[in-house]
Structure formats: C-alpha cells, structure tokens
C-alpha cells in the first residue's frame, strides 16, 4: 500500500527506473536475436553447462543494483538515516551542555523537551507538505520525548510524578491526532509504544501504580485505534502484555503484604486495585467487541478473538488472589463473576442474531463465557465438584444451540467444556484421601458420566455443519467427538470406584486394600467386555476401538499394580476378570472379521440412513 509520504517526484524517478530497466532488457533481447541471426547455418556445437551458467554474469549485477537502488530511493532510505544522525547530533549536543554543568538539570531536561516537542510539531508540518522525512521527525520527537521524561524523573529527581505521566499521555494523544489528520500510521503506533515502555519504566519495580494503570489504559484505548488505520496486531499485543505484567505486579506484591499483614506502602494503593481491574475487564470486552462489529463480514483478527478469553482468565485470577488474601468475600466475587459469564453468553448470543455472514463474535465470546462460568461457579458455591456437572450441562445447552445456529466453532467449543468437566472430576476424585471418596461426590462424578455420554451420542445423531471452518480445517470426520465417550467412561468409573469403597467398609480390615485396588481392576474389564459387546451388536467401530483401549488400560492395571502388590482372592479375582474381557474381545473381533462384506456394508447404509433421518426431523 503506498504511503501518503511518497511525493509526485519519487513516483516519476520511480517511473523513469523501471523505463530504464525495460529498455536494458530490450537491449539485451535484441543483441542476442541478432547473435542467433547471424550464426552460420551449420549446426553449432552444443555449449557445455558451465558456459551457460557464465553467459550473462555481467549482466544480472547491474540488474539487482538497480532493483535496490529503486528500492532505496522509493523508500528514502539515504535522507531519512541522514536525517537521524543529524537530529542526534543536537541531542547529544543538548545533553554533553547539561552534563557539563553549563545549564543545571531541571533547565537542561526542559531544552531537551522542548527540542522533541518542536521535533514533533515539524513532523506535523511536514506531514502536512507530504515530505517522506516527516515520520522521522515524528518517531525521534517521541523516542527522545519518552527517554527525557523517564530520566529526569527517575534518575535527576527534577520531574514530579504526575507531570511525568501527563507528559506522557499528551505526547501519545498528539501523535494519535497526527496519525488521524494525516492518515498515518507510524506517528500512533511510536506514541503508543513510547508512552506504554516509558510509564512502565518509571520509578520501576516500585510505580505509583494508580497512575501508571491509567497510562497503560489510554495506550490500551489508542492501540485499537492504532488498528483501524493498519492491521497492527503486534503492537496491540506488546501493549497487553506490558499491561498484564504491570497489574499483574501489583496484585501479587499487594496480596503478598495483606498475608503477612505489614503495612502498604502509598504506591500500591489497595482500595484502587479491584476496583482499576474491573475498568480493565470491561474495556478489553467492550474493544473487542467493537473489533468485530468493525470488522462486519471479514475475518476476525486473532487479537479480538483471544482477548475476551484471556482476559476473563487474567482479571479472575488476579482478582481472586487479592480478594483472598485481604480475606474478603470470595462468596461475592464467585457471583459477580457468574454475572460476567452471563453478559458473555449474552454477548454471544447477540453476535449470532446479526444479519452478518458466519456470525463472527460468536464463538469468541463463548469460549470466555466458558472459561469465566469454570473459574466463578466454584468460587461463588465454594463446591467444587459440585459445580462441575452445570458446567456439563450448559455445554450440551450450547451444543444444542449450535445446531439451530449451524455453527461448528460453537461446537467445538463445548465439546472443551464437557472435556474439562470430565478432566476436573478425575483429579478431584482421585487417590484414595477422605475428599476423593466421599459418597456425596458419587452425584457430580454420575452426573457428568451422564451429560458427557448423552453429549457423544447427541453427536453422532447430528453431523457437523456442512461448512465449518474449524472442523473443515481439523477434524471434517469429528473424531474428537470420542474424546466425550472417554471423559464420561472416566466419571462413570470414578463414581463407581466411590460406591466400591463405599462397600469395602463391611469387608474385613485385612481385605480391603487388596479388595479395593482389585475391584477396580474388575470393574475395568468388565467395562470392556459391555463395550466390546455394544460395538459388535451396533457395528460400531469407534466404540470398539474405545472397548479394546479400555482392555489396555485393564491389562496395565492387572500386570503391573494387581500382581505386584495385592494377593489372595482379590487378585485372583482381578485377573480372571481381565481373561473374561480378553476371551470375549477375542470371540467378538473374530466374528467382526469373519462378517460378510455385503452385510457390513448393509449396516453402515442403515447406520447412515438412521442419521440422516434424525438430522432430517
């Protein structure tokens, strides 16, 4: 895209260069016709390869010479370097004057000022003459306005605290009116990355954080400005994450002092902190939001879709610390976030209902509703566990939802959700401490076992959207769908290994590790044979490949724990158990093998038409 600092003269230099290099190529063209033309009739010798590599070695240097001599010129490389030497040069003239004692520090920090102010005025001038100089005067006003303001606050002690900051954002406002005046990118994005590293660099590790949290804000605010005149994901992700570090500085040294119960120093202001980072939470959704309205029918940048989601994870947790080590309500903060994944799922149901192409926003707010309802329900109830089976349960609400909406993202979306409810109640349900058996978790474990299964099946009832990116992209045959069958085979076997311990209290004390480890292995294997037996009765051969995992996992459990640390009757009951599976594994597969083609095929056609008729009604 050409630059509005390209001048009517450049373009006819550029013009007349590529005339000249048309002409060479004219040049040689002709020469050597004329060399063909005059050969001899007689059938020349056939030249050796190297002679046709060195034929024209001459030639292709004054070719590449003028190609980066087009492109120097083009791009004023020569003028703008001079240009930055020279400007560098006053500033270090300025700088040796105030080092030597001439002028004292707080007039020499005001020359230097003055000098990038009037660097940044003349960078508006020649804006406005179309000069390709003017994005150097601009960008060298900022540089050396930011390293000023920094060193004399920080290192000369002449600056107070908030003129510094003033200074700052005045200087990052300018060069935003510069680039809207001028249409121009580079005076937005070198304010916002000057006034983002300066405030972050002053007076650092220990910043007046209130007022430092209002310049990352206002560098936050111009960097989604920044992107409406130029695709810039980088620079709005350098600022988030100078942003993130910086509050996330001041959360963890703030709760580190309301621990030990010291006193906290002025800077870290504890009544602002909660209150600066939920401004934070609601600004990051709100410019996303206005990043995908703005964006319409075109693809979403990858920065407004992953910020909703980190930053509902970054605000939360942060959030969560402070609020537990001030010993607060974690109580309020869990319901205050429930009502964030609410406006979130709200959100995501508002961009589906746009008459836009793709319904883009829908599945990015929705991945951050998600993540924010998994991190607040256990903080606002205090269980859990027993969080875990809603979580499950607005999945397949979504899920179902997604199929009215023909949206795969949406989809794929909630399978993440089922599978971290499924992953969540395995760690939280594992090992053998009072928590992990306790007969209450039997409800959440059966519970999500339930959703997750009738998620899987839901699944295999209705196919993927006829046009999905996500799964055109990585999983057209939804394959991942099984990952739904292993998460709830995975709570359905915790929720019974409860029952089993349950039961073990009634067996004699001397029996029940032994009783215990092997009941489990049993109860492996006989989920294997039930599998192995439902897939060779359906001819389904994603839940075989499931049955015969499951007789791995058996097989693990018998020959590597069973028979190295129980024994008696216990263990004779484990590895019968195991053969039992491994005998009726063996009959089905066998007789899978030995099907008639034309009836496997039969079964897959009324397989096929039993789908399509569901997807039908």
């Known amino acids: 895209m050409s630059t509005p600092d390209e001048t009517t003269e450049k373009r006819e230099k550029e013009l007349e260069n590529r005339i000249q290099m048309l002409e060479q190529h004219l040049e040689r063209l002709a020469a050597h016709i004329g060399d063909e033309g005059a050969a001899p009739a007689a059938a020349a010798p056939v030249p050796k390869p190297r002679q046709i ?29 001079a240009t930055v030497c020279f400007l560098m040069v006053i500033a270090l003239v300025l700088r040796t004057i105030t080092d030597s004692g001439l002028v004292n520090k707080l007039l020499g920090s005001g020359l230097g000022m003055g000098y990038a102010a009037a660097l940044m005025a003349f960078g508006w001038f020649k804006y406005g003459k179309e000069s390709p100089l003017a994005p150097v005067f601009a ?34 406002f300018g060069m935003a009116l510069m680039s809207r005046r001028f249409n121009a990118f580079v005076p937005i994005s070198v304010g916002v990355l000057g006034m983002c590293f300066a405030g972050a660099a002053m007076d650092y590790p220990h910043p007046f954080f209130p007022y430092l949290a209002l310049v990352l804000y206002t560098a936050n605010v111009l960097g989604y400005f920044a992107a409406q005149l130029k695709r810039c994901s980088w620079l709005r ?17 703030l709760g580190m002092l309301l621990r030990k119960g010291e006193a906290i120093p002025p800077e870290l202001a ?46 939360f947790l942060l959030a969560r610390h402070v609020t537990e080590a001030w010993q607060a309500n974690v109580n309020l903060l869990g319901m205050i976030g429930l009502l964030g994944a609410a406006g979130l799922f709200g959100l995501t149901f508002w961009c589906a209902r746009r008459n ?29 566990a027993m969080s875990l089976p809603v979580i499950s349960l607005v999945a397949i609400t979504m899920a179902i939802v997604s199929r009215v909406w023909e949206n795969g993202g949406l989809r794929g979306t909630t399978y993440l959700m089922n599978i971290y ?45 006829a046009t999905s990116a996500l799964f055109d992209a990585f999983d057209r045959n939804d394959r991942s769908a099984a990952l739904l ?61 499931v049955a015969i995992l499951v007789t791995v996992v058996g097989a693990v459990k018998v020959f590597l724990y069973d028979l190295l640390g129980t024994h008696g009757l216990p263990l004779v009951f484990s590895v019968f158990s195991f053969g039992m599976a491994a005998a009726v594994e063996s009959l089905a597969l066998g007789r899978w093998q030995k099907q008639p083609a034309d009836q496997t095929k039969n079964s897959a056609v009324n397989g096929n038409d039993t789908v399509s008729n569901k997807a039908t009604e």
């Open 485 to 545: 069958l292993l998460g709830g085979l995975a709570s359905g076997f915790f929720m019974i290994r409860i029952g089993i311990f349950q039961t073990m209290q009634f067996v004699p004390a001397a029996l029940q590790r032994d009783a215990f480890r092997c009941g489990q292995s049993v109860l492996i294997n006989a989920a294997a044979i039930a599998l192995i037996l439902f897939a060779y009765l359906r001819r389904d051969k994603e839940i075989r490949n």
């Open 270 to 315: 504890p009544a602002w902190y909660l209150p600066v980072l939920a401004v934070f939470f609601l600004t990051f959704v709100f410019l996303s939001l206005l990043g995908i309205v703005k964006a319409g029918s075109q693809k979403i940048s990858r920065f407004d879709f992953s910020l909703p989601t980190i930053n509902v994870i970054w605000a």
């Open 53 to 81: 590599v060195t034929d024209y070695p001459d030639e292709e240097m004054p070719e590449l010479t003028e190609e980066v001599l087009g492109w120097a010129s083009r791009n004023a490389v020569l003028p703008r370097l």
């Open 356 to 384: 836009v192409e793709g319904a883009p926003g829908t599945n990015t707010f929705a991945v951050a509703g998600g993540a924010l309802l998994a991190l607040a329900l256990p903080a606002a109830t205090g269980a859990f």
């Open 139 to 172: 960008a060298c006003g900022v540089v050396l306005m930011s390293t000023i303001v920094v060193e004399t606050h920080t290192h000369f002690k002449s600056l107070p605290l908030v003129p510094a900051y003033l200074t700052l954002m005045a200087t990052g």
């Open 237 to 253: 992700w350098s600022v988030l994450v100078v942003t993130m570090i910086m509050l996330q500085l001041w959360g963890v040294r």
């Open 421 to 465: 409810a499924c992953v969540a109640i395995v760690l939280v349900l594992r090992g053998e401490g009072p928590g992990a058996t306790d007969a209450v978790n039997m409800l959440p474990a059966g519970l999500v076992a339930v959703i997750s299964i009738y998620h899987y099946q839901w699944c295999r009832w209705w196919p993927v959207p």
